[in-house]
């Protein structure tokens, strides 16, 4: 290397910035070239120039601690308009709506199965007492046999009315269970057709006003006088059956 | 996101010296430069969950740098707010005047007055190497160049303060 190639790398070998091989061939060059080792010791000195530490310019004081709370306010501004973001009160909202309409869905499916399965549960105790020939444990056309008879078996009393005046003559009581309760059940007849009427307290779920739905063949209406409920099965039709339903309120 | 202002505080803040200390040189007064720290800093913070570990003291100082570019290119009052042309201040020797003889190199203010005279690309590449220990590739990382431009912005810079020094090289180099 002659002396220009070396100029150009005692920068890198002043900073010690050389890889070996180069390094080497530098240092042998300066044990033989007293112009470019003066090159180095001037080098050298500027360095030591420029080591005196105070020309690093001093931080002021109270800069970091400036800005240390400006990054704080900044995080904690972030924070907040996060939430104060139109598109994120819209989420809000959003998750809000579909929340609320998955807890009516909820609601609805779960009351909907109460329902359903009420509505089973009434068709199925009124076939069994039919083919069971297990209609009635109490037979009587006075209601004022059938109405003590309940008393002690059950823990409630419920009302017994004879509708024989509508067409629809009571033939005697029974004790059931609907819905896991323990309910009376009132036989009334219409010609050949008989009706169940289920009666048992009221839970906050019974609806107040009267349902009529069909299940396999049979009519059912549900209503409640806030006290009690009452569902009726039979295979009168519709018309009839909500006959008797008016008939049994008013009376 | 919680603690991050006091895990920022922790990884970049011990480098705000360096950074106030580059600013500082590139910007040339105590108020723009405490501006130019502040806003590099919100900037860091605002990237911060960006930030992937490693050198938290290049990455503060490449963020001060840009920012320190920008302020001077739009507060163009300096020369250096033109993007340095290399060709046109290569080798020239600012300080070529009677009274760079009578500097003497052991005052602070005339050492700082040398440097202040570099160009502003020479002079970052020096702040960083002399006052701030960094490396070639350090270098070349904060200030987007190859470390080869690194090398020959080094070279140049130390030529000019050699000379308003009055550290002169021996004549006959290639200089």
Redesign the interface.
């Given at each position: 290397m002659n002396c220009q190639q070396i100029q150009r790398l005692i920068h890198a070998h002043h900073d010690r910035e050389l890889d070996a091989a180069n390094t080497l061939q530098v240092d042998e060059h300066l044990a033989d070239c007293p112009r470019c080792f003066t090159a180095t010791r001037q080098l050298s000195a500027l360095r030591d120039v420029l080591q005196n530490p105070e020309l690093r310019y001093a931080t002021p004081s109270g800069l970091r601690r400036t800005i240390s709370a400006a990054v704080e306010r900044s995080e904690k501004s972030e924070r907040e308009t996060i939430f104060s973001q139109p598109w994120f009160q819209r989420l809000g909202w959003a998750v809000a709506a579909v929340l609320l309409i998955g807890c009516f869905a909820v609601l609805h499916l779960s009351t909907a199965r109460n329902e359903d399965h009420l509505l089973a549960d009434l068709t199925a105790s009124h076939v069994r007492s039919l083919m069971a020939n297990h209609l009635t444990d109490v037979a009587s056309t006075d209601q004022h046999t059938v109405k003590p008879w309940f008393d002690g078996k059950l823990d409630f009393a419920p009302t017994v009315k004879d509708l024989r005046e509508s067409g629809f003559p009571l033939l005697g009581g029974r004790m059931d269970v609907i819905d896991g309760h323990p309910a009376a059940a009132l036989v009334y007849g219409r010609q050949k057709h008989f009706l169940n009427l289920f009666v048992w307290p009221a839970s906050q779920a019974s609806p107040a006003e009267i349902r009529s739905t069909q299940r396999n063949g049979y009519n059912v209406i549900r209503w409640s006088d806030g006290k009690m409920t009452f569902g009726v099965v039979s295979d009168l039709n519709e018309a009839e059956l909500r006959e008797f339903v008016r008939d049994w309120s008013v009376k | 996101?919680p603690n991050?202002?006091a895990n920022?505080?922790q990884t970049i803040?011990p480098h705000?010296?360096a950074a106030?200390?580059l600013a500082?040189?590139l910007i040339g007064n105590?108020r723009d430069?405490?501006d130019v720290?502040?806003e590099a800093?919100?900037r860091a913070?605002?990237f911060f969950s960006g930030f992937r570990g490693g050198d938290a003291r290049a990455w503060l100082l490449t963020i001060v740098r840009r920012t320190a570019w920008t302020w001077l290119r739009s507060n163009r009052r300096h020369e250096e707010a033109v993007e340095f042309d290399e060709e046109l201040h290569g080798g020239e020797d600012h300080s070529a005047n009677p009274e760079a003889s009578l500097m003497r190199?052991?005052d602070?203010e005339v050492?700082?007055q040398a440097?202040a005279a570099l160009p502003a690309v020479f002079r970052e590449a020096?702040v960083l190497?002399?006052?701030e220990g960094c490396?070639?590739k350090e270098i070349a990382d904060i200030a987007g160049v190859p470390v080869g431009t690194v090398?020959s912005r080094?070279?140049r810079a130390?030529r000019q303060?050699?000379t308003a020094?009055s550290?002169?090289?021996?004549s006959?180099?290639?200089?």
């Open positions: - | 996101m991050a202002s920022f505080d803040l705000l010296e106030y200390n500082r040189w105590e430069a405490e720290t502040q800093c919100m913070f605002k190199a052991g602070v050492v700082r440097i020096l190497r002399e006052l490396s070639y090398m080094l070279t130390r303060l050699q020094l550290i002169q090289p021996q006959g180099g290639p200089s």
